[in-house]
């Protein structure tokens, strides 16, 4: 399915540098900020307590807020999840000399008793008799499970990215595989560089979103190398340049479409999809924008500095009646 056809290819080779200039500009200042401000890392990561408390009405945030604070819980987090009833409260994780299960344990006492008040939908009595029966959820993560999701994480980014590098050197040769992952790596860096400057939340859904992007930007590329490929054989005239310059373009009317409605998709679960949706959704725009611009204008100019040419995917055609060179010896 096509919008448009675009019948003279765009000349995008021929900015390259520029695009490229942009890219590393951007690339760096992605590395600085990581460098320097570091991401802010949700409890999963550094341990913590997390409640899931349903009210008996719309809850007041800025109220709960105010009277944790107020306890003592300087670095609570307090949104809506699912509907304005039910709040999500995350706290970091407390240094204790004692037993640390009983600090968490009195630590959740503390914010019942500052929650009832103020509408949760929580029964005292109810609870000695039935600990269970109510429908307040509390999860304690400790700071060891922390650095092993932390850990986890990264091998799953490192084998996505070896996957993915391995995949493309198959399909289509190492030059390609080499462009495209070194492509992607800057998407993610510039994702993880967003998060670092404005210190967003880092969790365990941005870190899904990071992983699918890097699976998303990967579809791209191949799309349009995959047109790169057919264009070498039946272009035989053209250069590198305007071979990848009529792959790219030839490809514009479908990465709209399919591009424009992912987007469109997500933006829904940005604006709409309530504050624990709101940084995955935030993570997946970044990364959808950097991805169709790196998979055009980073991966092909690479793949083009790299080498790739007409005699990676063209076999040299013998002709007839030539003779079989044996040796080079006369």
């Not at 373009?249 to 709409?272: K, Y």
């Not at 999809?273 to 935030?282: K, N, P, R």
Request: glycine letters at 6%; hydrophobic letters at 50%.
């Amino acid at each position: 399915m096509e919008f448009f056809r675009i019948k003279k290819s765009i000349p995008f080779m021929r900015h390259a540098l520029v695009f490229n200039a942009i890219s590393f500009i951007t690339f760096l200042l992605a590395v600085l900020f990581l460098a320097t401000k570091g991401l802010h890392y949700s409890i999963e990561f550094t341990g913590g307590t997390v409640i899931e408390a349903p009210f008996k009405q719309a809850a007041d945030l800025e109220k709960i807020r105010t009277d944790l604070t107020q306890k003592g819980f300087l670095d609570v987090t307090v949104q809506n999840f699912g509907s304005a009833k039910d709040v999500l409260i995350r706290l970091p994780l407390r240094t204790s000399t004692g037993n640390q299960n009983e600090a968490m344990e009195k630590q959740k006492n503390t914010i019942i008793e500052t929650l009832i008040p103020l509408g949760l939908d929580y029964d005292l009595e109810l609870a000695k008799t039935d600990p269970k029966a109510n429908k307040l959820r509390v999860e304690f993560v400790g700071g060891q499970v922390g650095k092993e999701l932390a850990y986890d994480g990264s091998i799953a980014l490192l084998a996505v990215c070896i996957g993915i590098m391995a995949y493309l050197a198959i399909r289509f040769e190492w030059r390609f595989a080499v462009a495209t992952i070194i492509a992607n790596l800057h998407d993610v860096v510039i994702i993880l560089g967003f998060f670092a400057f404005f210190q967003w939340e880092f969790s365990l859904p941005v870190l899904a979103a990071v992983l699918a992007i890097l699976g998303y930007s990967v579809n791209e590329s191949v799309v349009v190398f995959d047109r790169a490929r057919e264009n070498f054989r039946k272009m035989r005239k053209a250069t590198t340049s305007e071979i990848l310059d009529a792959a790219i373009t030839g490809t514009i009317s479908r990465t709209i479409i399919t591009h424009g409605l992912t987007q469109l998709m997500v933006l829904a679960m940005l604006f709409v999809g309530g504050q624990s949706l709101h940084y995955f959704a935030l993570a997946l725009t970044i990364g959808i924008c950097f991805g169709i611009y790196s998979s055009v204008l980073v991966a092909c100019p690479i793949a083009k500095y790299l080498g790739v040419s007409r005699e990676d995917f063209v076999k040299p055609v013998k002709k007839e009646g030539e003779p079989e060179v044996i040796s080079a010896q006369p």
